[in-house]
C-alpha cells in the first residue's frame, strides 16, 4: 500500500515507521522538501513531497 501523511511531526513519524517496517511505501508531504527534517526522512526510507502537489484520494 502506498501512504502519505500531511504533515511531518511525531504522530506521523511514529505510524510510519510502523508502517514501513510492515512494507508499506510510505511518503511525507510537507511544507520544506530541502530542509533538513525533510532530509532526515529521505535517509530513513521515506519519500517526500510538496504539502501543495498532493491531491486527496476520493472515498
Known sequence: MQITIAGS???G??????WLKRGH???FATRDVAGDKAGELREQGFG????????PVPM
Open 48 to 55: 517526500v513531497v510538496p504539502l501543495n502537489d498532493v491531491q
Open 13 to 18: 513519524r511514529a505510524l510510519a515507521g510502523g
Open 9 to 11: 511531526g511525531n504522530v
Open 25 to 27: 511505501r510510505v511518503t
